[in-house]
């Protein structure tokens, strides 16, 4: 699968990242073997890169994840190495907050690299903005999880383009990326900044429920009907032009952008998990992506 290098590291991704948000499932047995074979769907497909949450599934889909991965190392002794570990911390429930303190975000990594039977992460994520942090003291959270050999490198997640120059303008080294929700519903990205500071200063956006607004209702959603028909019948005909699915060129939509988005596949469906790999293949046309914003939004760009 072709792959993306993050800024000044080894870090080497495959464009498509694997979202292990839904993977555990009500955690029932049946659920977690559904994961699992999603999850070997995936590394047979060649994602490298593995997304996770300390909340996801409430810890049972680091749990899983960790799991398979024992059972793996039995095969392949370095399959470790082989991989892109992210995960994330920040949200916290009762009463619902976002804490980037230094005793919950360290204590977080290190219950995370238990469950996921892992000694380091290859990245780290703030999950969500927490409006009272204090960006020296996020810094030396950061250090402090570097020196001790826990985190390799670290990111962002769902932060503005100020927030992201607040915390870089504290930091030693560069933020490497910034997961945020992007698809052909959530277009702020386009038009808030983001994009434009990925580009500037080499952070790789990656894209959150890539698919929102077609195959699944994106967070949030005001689509209309007519909203819903109109990109239909445009993802039809191009469907048709590009000889794919048309939720593959939704994917390619997002991967045309020259911001290098990589989008996170999260479904649970291994043909899925594998057929999303089409829209790397796609040639997407200038003039088709112009096609397609404008069913979204109803109107021609002015
Ligand atoms: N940073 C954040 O704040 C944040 C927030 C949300 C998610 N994430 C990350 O992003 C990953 C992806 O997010 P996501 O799972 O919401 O997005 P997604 O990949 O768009 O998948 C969402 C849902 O759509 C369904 N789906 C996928 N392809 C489909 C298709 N072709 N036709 C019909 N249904 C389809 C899936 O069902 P099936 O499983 O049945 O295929 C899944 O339940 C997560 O796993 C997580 O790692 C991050």
């Known amino acids: 699968m072709n792959k993306i290098q993050y800024k000044n590291t080894h870090l080497n991704s495959t464009r498509l990242i694997y979202g292990c948000m839904r993977i555990a499932g009500d955690n029932t047995p049946a659920d977690k073997a559904k994961g699992k074979l999603a999850l070997r769907a995936a590394l047979e497909a060649g994602y490298n890169h593995f997304d996770h949450a300390d909340i996801y599934g409430g810890g049972h889909c680091e749990s899983l994840f960790g799991e398979l991965l024992t059972e793996l190392k039995q095969e392949t002794p370095d399959i470790r190495e082989q991989l892109i570990i992210t995960s994330k911390a920040g949200i916290r429930f009762e009463p619902q907050r976002y804490d980037f303190s230094t005793d919950y975000l360290t204590t977080s990594v290190e219950n995370s ?4 039977n892992i000694d380091y992460l290859d990245m780290f994520l703030l999950h969500r903005p927490d409006y009272l942090f204090n960006a020296e003291d996020v810094a030396q959270t950061f250090q402090q999880l570097k020196a001790s050999g826990k985190v390799k490198y670290f990111g962002v997640s769902n932060f ?11 930091l030693a080294e560069p933020l490497l990326v910034n997961q945020i929700e992007i698809n052909i519903h959530n277009i702020d990205s386009l038009t808030n900044g983001s994009l434009d500071q990925c580009q500037q200063l080499g952070i790789t956006p990656i894209a959150w429920c890539p698919l929102g607004g077609v195959a699944y209702p994106a967070w949030g959603n005001t689509f209309s009907t007519a909203d819903e028909q109109r990109i239909e019948i445009e993802l039809a005909r191009q469907a048709e032009l590009y000889n794919c699915l048309p939720w593959q060129l939704i994917l390619a939509w997002l991967l045309k952008h ?3 988005i990589c ?3 999260g479904s649970t469906t291994p043909e899925r998990i594998i057929a999303a790999k089409q829209a790397l ?6 003039a088709d992506w112009y096609r397609l914003l404008e069913a979204r939004n109803g109107y021609a760009q002015p």
């Open 113 to 116: 690299l238990k469950r996921l």
């Open 263 to 265: 989008p996170i596949i």
């Open 160 to 170: 503005s383009p100020s927030q992201v120059s607040l915390l870089q303008s504290a």
């Open 281 to 286: 293949a796609i040639e997407y046309n200038h």
């Open 258 to 260: 020259p911001a290098n």
